[in-house]
């Protein structure tokens, strides 16, 4: 029952206004978190961070949350400011907290990067200006050094012109045939990402079967000069977006009919997930439509129920789905009736909410504790099925005591489903 991992999802979610047919091939990386061991000693990122499972650990998660809703508050503010034209993505600046191994150009190169399910461009430090520093940063268990990536260095590197369908700040153009410039940024944490545009190769393998190495073009930002938090600890070597738009790598690979317009994120116990391309998941997986917005399409479901224990909440809301953020957050009316509801059914005593942490539902658990009696949960989302809340807790354990919470947060604005044991979207 000690885990770190907040609500449990196993579901597959379908778009079903876009059908596709496309090859079966899956793409896999290893991802990791970045508490966990593998980047023990990537310098500065785990500096003073708590134990795992103790309040500190809880509260600090919860803290980088809050600085992730604040950002998508100023967004909203920020993307009525740039109707000049001036592209402002949503990124999640100070939220990153999954990394993956990518390769690039030829020969290639290998950059860590952070995911993101809240943008699109994927981007790496490139001909710096102003890049995070990469010296003296070495990932202990990942043998090998933040890169910088050339575009001279590379045989298959090409130059994204102003004419090019992907460029889509033209408005910054020099020229038709000129480099497309790209800027992206997070204005009020002061965190942005400005370069040009460039397409090389990525280096894929396939998992199933035998393994097949594919070399994928994909348009990528050579990121000339960053700022903010994308100097240190966010994203020193990258950001991979994962959005929905047609600049993102899982759009990319789709179109070009590598991959079905799909991809899972697994996350584990130890920090150590995946993320394939491709996934379509498995048949006995649940589906529900996204609400697409063409403007700016996310990954926005419908929940339409809960059920605590036995008892039925009808409750309709609207969340997102964010790998970025650590635990989930809901809204009034629904946080309310279904906090309430598994604080009737809780069967252990309960104790009065820490400062330190956002969960009002916390519970001494006895010493004969066992997972039966927590109140079980599930959601039924939009097309009527239903998805098991297979872990609604987290557990904090002190020297002589433990204490387990519901990982449920008040939320004023949004309600998001933050990150899971297992996610698969299909989008
Ligand atoms: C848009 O970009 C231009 C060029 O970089 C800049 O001068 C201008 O201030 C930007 N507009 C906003 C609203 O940030
Ligand atoms: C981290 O670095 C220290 C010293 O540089 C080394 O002794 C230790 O084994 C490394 N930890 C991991 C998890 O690789
Ligand atoms: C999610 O989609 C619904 C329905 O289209 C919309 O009203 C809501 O604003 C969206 N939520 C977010 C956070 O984008
Ligand atoms: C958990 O506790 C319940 C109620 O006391 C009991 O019926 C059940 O057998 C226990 N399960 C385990 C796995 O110990």
């Excluded at 809880?58 to 604040?70: E, I, K, N, S």
């Excluded at 933040?146 to 992907?166: G, Q």
């Excluded at 179109?255 to 584990?268: N, Q």
Aim: charged letters at 20%.
């Amino acid at each position: 029952m000690r885990s770190s991992s907040k609500l449990t999802f196993f579901l597959l979610i379908t778009i079903w206004v876009f059908s596709k047919t496309c090859k079966g091939r899956v793409f896999t990386f290893k991802m990791h978190h970045r508490f966990s061991d593998s980047f023990k000693n990537w310098s500065g990122l785990t500096r003073n961070w708590p134990e795992k499972g103790s309040f500190e650990y809880y509260a600090a998660l919860a803290h980088r949350d809050q600085m992730l809703r604040g950002r998508r508050l100023s967004d909203a503010d920020a993307s009525l400011a740039f109707s000049d034209g001036n592209s402002t993505f949503r990124i999640s600046s100070l939220g990153f907290l999954h990394y993956t191994t990518v390769e690039l150009g030829t020969p290639g190169v290998k950059f860590m990067v952070a995911l993101d399910t809240g943008s699109d461009l994927f981007w790496v430090p490139c001909d710096c200006s102003r890049c995070a520093p990469t010296h003296g940063a070495s990932y202990a268990s990942l043998d090998f050094e933040l890169s910088i990536y050339n575009p001279r260095e590379s045989s298959t590197s090409k130059k994204v012109t102003c004419n090019n369908d992907m460029c889509a700040q033209r408005n910054r153009c020099l020229g038709t045939f000129s480099s497309c410039p790209y800027i992206v940024s997070y204005v009020s944490a002061q965190t942005s990402t400005s370069g040009i545009l460039v397409k090389d190769v990525l280096h894929l393998t396939t998992e199933d079967g035998g393994r097949e190495f594919v070399e994928a073009y994909v348009t990528f930002g050579c990121g000339q000069v960053q700022s903010g938090s994308f100097l240190d600890i966010a994203a020193p070597n990258g950001l991979f977006g994962l959005g929905m738009e047609k600049i993102s790598v899982p759009s990319v690979l789709s179109r070009e009919g590598l991959i079905a317009d799909s991809f899972s994120m697994c996350f584990g116990h130890d920090g150590i997930g995946r993320i394939s391309f491709g996934d379509k998941g498995s048949p006995d997986q649940e589906e529900t439509p996204f609400n697409i917005d063409p403007a700016h399409p996310t990954y926005n479901v419908t929940v339409t129920q809960a059920r605590v224990g036995t008892m039925l909440i009808d409750v309709e809301f609207t969340a997102l789905f964010d790998s970025g953020t650590s635990f989930t957050y809901m809204v009034d009316p629904a946080y309310s009736r279904v906090s309430e509801k598994f604080h009737s059914l809780a069967r252990d005593k309960w104790r009065p909410p820490d400062p330190r942490i956002p969960f009002e539902y916390c519970y001494d658990m006895s010493p004969d504790a066992n997972a039966s009696l927590v109140p079980s949960m599930s959601l039924t989302m939009k097309g009527g099925r239903h998805f098991t809340v297979y872990d609604p807790i987290i557990v904090i354990s002190t020297q002589n005591e433990i204490v387990y919470c519901l990982a449920i947060v008040k939320s004023t604005e949004l309600n998001i489903i933050g990150r899971k044991h297992c996610l698969f979207m299909c989008l």
